[in-house]
């Protein structure tokens, strides 16, 4: 099996689970650290001639991360793609599971045990006075917040974060700045990616208003990260940041 991964949480999935079968992956594919096999360009825009030339038996996609253009093309060419699209934990939880089974892995890695355990630890239904209201920004320069059926969103619901958004129409909305205060949300949660908001950039757009700095990495990514993620963002969110004013 020779495999190359076009989405960099599946590939930290793979290196990590079944290293020997991973051939190549994309210039965004970061972790785990050190990895060395052969880059084939971004995820949204990579060369598929440098993937063809790696003659994989499957390559890995999501409906979020990477182009249809590029799966058909790649299918054209007669090579197996698999897609996935969790919107849920517990959908990343199946799909990484059933694809490590696809790729050979025989029983469940530890780090999906530890995964599987730490998600289901956390309490159920919260009451209402625990939980934060908050907009989710993850692009500046238009704003583009989280709206509705995205895996994110469903990471932070299971914090006793609400999503202000989750019932808009569209998955990433882009409502102005005017907007997103006029929601006065108790919290603003942002990532460092795909945008990278940090203390300097992001907050001070939120003026008296909580400000959550999170690993993008363990908000977003489905593979190893989601062991430590329910940890790292319940501590992240535990610590927000205000800028004076408001």
């Known amino acids: 099996m020779r495999v190359v991964s076009l989405v960099p949480s599946l590939t930290e999935a793979v ?35 440098r993937v063809l030339a790696l003659r994989p038996d499957l390559v890995l996609l999501n409906v979020e991360e990477n182009r249809r253009a590029d799966a058909e093309a ?42 599987r355990r730490a998600w289901a630890a956390l309490p159920g239904d919260r009451p209402a006075a625990d939980l934060r209201r908050a907009v989710v920004p993850v692009w500046r320069r238009p704003w583009v917040v989280l709206g509705s059926d995205t895996f ?28 997103l205060r006029a929601q006065r949300p108790d919290l603003v949660v942002l990532p460092d990616e795909p945008y990278r908001f940090t203390g300097d950039d992001g907050p001070e757009a939120f003026a008296g208003t909580p400000c959550a700095l999170l690993s993008g990495r363990h908000l977003t990514w489905y593979g190893p990260s989601l062991a430590r993620a329910p940890a790292v963002l319940a501590a992240q969110l535990a610590r927000p940041v205000t800028v004076p004013g408001g």
């Open 152 to 179: 994110a969103g469903d990471v932070l619901r299971r914090l006793g974060v609400v999503n202000l958004y989750a019932g808009h129409a569209e998955r990433y909305p882009r409502p102005d700045l005017a907007d």
């Open 15 to 49: 290196a990590v689970s079944a290293p020997q079968v991973l051939v190549g992956a994309t210039d965004w594919c970061t972790h785990p650290a050190g990895l060395d096999v052969p880059r084939v360009g971004g995820s949204k825009y990579p060369d598929l001639a």
């Open 74 to 115: 790649l299918a054209a060419a007669g090579v197996p793609v698999r897609v996935t699209y969790p919107r849920t934990v517990p959908q990343a939880l199946t799909e990484l599971a059933d694809l490590l089974a696809a790729l050979g892995v025989t029983g469940e890695p530890e780090w999906l045990a530890t995964a």
